[in-house]
């Protein structure tokens, strides 16, 4: 009897201690039974973290108050001190990596560029996260092991990956920016939509002549989705930040075309005739979507611009029709073409100061499931966007008089979210009237995109260290060259100088740099 009593006591014990072994296989590894491995909440004791992030200007609120935010600390009991800028972001990063006073984490589409990842990651500043998403992030994993070029593009040369990326997939982002023109403005001049560069220099006479108060023409410089660089495709070449291109597997630098310097000679033409926003060259976003909305009516007669509701405001964009891309001096009818699946790899780092990397690691993984990852970018459910019984999604009507774009960031981070909205997510998100007016801008440009896009990928530390150097003489130069074309002209005159010095600075050694990662990336 009383060995029965001993071994029913034994196998009890085994029991208990089965489950108390199971109960720790589900705590971290950092010597605390605190940290959930799986489920909510990620920690049973609040704890804080650190985030830098770089901030939309349409996010009007501060982060923490943004009603996502405050859902996702309920949730996952992880409070997070962010230190949001919309403004000096870049100036505010390098001067963390320089004094060494880094926070948590880096958060958002905007936050982290290739040079940052593979520099900071290989001095240790970032640390490599694959065991960690193999070992506490499914949704990620599950990621790029479905979308195998996703993790190509985001693996170091070192083998590490020190990011996770921003993924969001539309069709309407292979088209990154369009030409708007005020039609009912054509309407009472009699005037058709410009099909040719001439036609459209035309219409900005007429325009400025009809009311010398209103901007002919309006963009912002450099800007991604808002500026010129499309335009200078009907010259011969596409333009784009970093002046790099891809044609036929061979690279070249854009800002030593024929046709850039005749591009930019056409923009100057408009510019000393006061057919440009005096302001185009300098103004930020919010100066440039303020100013064209006006207080009675629109200000810009045409604009460049993702989406017309964006630049001109929601109560005047039923005024603008997209000009088809323009003809240029030879005919050239092109418009720039970027990727369906739009990537950011910087979205999400952890930094070597990270005392709590599993749980920071677990609660990215949480925003990256799908529910999260659509309410972090278009705002929290039943409020811009609602979940509906069949599992589908669909956008609720924006208030206020704001945009949807608008609207959208009032009570989420918006487009400077880390995010992923994988093609089969966007698939059940049923088309707003923004959706539906992006793919109708789609078959009007369709026929006309190019695509030269270099892909985002990684350099070795040797080559991003020359490319450092290289790349901030070059393009200042560049930039500062073409704003001073296109407000002073001199571009004939200047050109071969021009040339000679982009020689002296070492542009050969830079396309060189960039065709030999382009192959060796091709050939993976």
């Known amino acids: 009897m009383k060995k029965a009593v001993l071994l029913l006591f034994m196998v009890l014990m085994l029991i208990v201690s089965g489950c108390t072994s199971n109960e720790a296989s589900n705590k971290a590894k950092e010597g605390t039974n605190d940290f959930n491995k799986t489920g909510l909440p990620i920690v049973d004791k609040k704890i804080t973290l650190k985030f830098v992030t770089a901030k939309t200007p349409q996010q009007q609120k501060a982060t923490e108050e943004l009603q996502v935010v405050k859902d996702f600390e309920k949730k996952t009991n992880v409070h997070i001190n962010w230190d949001a800028s919309s403004q000096g972001y870049l100036e505010k990063k390098n001067l963390m990596f320089a004094s060494g006073d880094l926070p948590d984490a880096f958060f958002g589409s905007g936050s982290l560029s290739s040079t940052d990842l593979i520099q900071y990651g290989t001095q240790g500043m970032l640390i490599p996260l694959q ?20 993790k190509k593009k985001i693996t170091a040369p070192d083998g590490n990956i020190y990011s996770i990326p921003m993924v969001h997939a539309e069709p309407a982002n292979a ?10 403005w054509l309407d009472e001049l009699g005037l058709e939509v410009p099909k040719t560069t001439d036609e459209f220099e035309n219409v900005l006479k007429a325009f400025k002549a009809k009311d010398p108060n209103i901007i002919p023409y309006s963009f912002l410089y450099g800007n991604y989705g808002n500026g010129i660089y499309s335009i200078y495709g009907a010259f011969g070449e596409i333009d ?38 005096p302001e185009a060259l300098t103004h930020d976003i919010s100066v440039y979507f303020s100013k064209g909305r006006g207080k009675d009516s629109p200000k810009y007669g045409a604009f460049s611009g993702f989406i017309a509701p964006n630049v001109i405001g929601p109560d005047y964009a039923k005024q603008y029709v997209p000009v088809p891309p323009l003809k240029g001096p030879t005919g ?21 100061a990270n005392k709590h990397p599993e749980v920071t690691m677990r609660w990215i993984d949480e925003l990256y499931s799908e529910e999260n990852s659509i309410q972090w970018t278009f705002g929290p459910f039943d409020y811009n966007i609602k979940k509906n019984s069949d599992g589908t999604y669909e956008y609720l009507e924006s208030k206020d008089g704001k945009s949807f774009d608008e609207f959208r960031c009032t009570e989420a981070p918006c487009f400077s979210s880390a995010r992923a909205l994988l093609p089969e997510t966007m698939e059940k998100i049923k088309p707003n009237e923004k959706d539906s007016t ?27 260290q020359k490319l450092n150097t290289l790349t901030t003489d070059i393009l200042e130069f560049v930039n500062k060259k073409q704003a001073q074309w296109i407000i002073n002209g001199n571009i004939d005159k200047e050109w071969d100088d021009y040339l000679k010095k982009l020689n002296d600075m070492g542009l050969k050694e830079f396309i060189d740099i960039y065709q030999k990662n382009y192959d060796q990336f091709e050939a993976q």
Do not use: C
Request: hydrophobic share 35%; aromatic share 14%; net charge negative.
């Open 131 to 150: 065991d960690m998403i193999n070992d506490y992030a499914p949704n990620i994993k599950n990621i790029l092991d479905k979308y195998p070029d996703i």
């Open 175 to 184: 088209l990154p920016d369009v030409l708007f023109i005020n039609k009912v």
């Open 240 to 277: 784009r930040s970093s002046h790099i291109s891809v044609k036929d597997g061979k690279v070249s630098f854009t800002a030593t075309d024929p046709g850039f310097k005749e591009a930019t000679k056409y923009f100057n033409r408009l510019y000393s005739q006061g057919l440009i926003d």
């Open 332 to 352: 050239i009818q092109q418009w720039r073409e970027e990727d369906e699946i739009a990537m950011a790899k910087g979205a999400f780092a952890i930094t070597s």
């Open 438 to 464: 992006r793919l109708e801008y789609m078959e009007i440009y369709k026929p006309y995109l190019k695509k030269t896009t270099y892909p985002d990928l990684f350099f070795s530390l040797e080559d991003t």
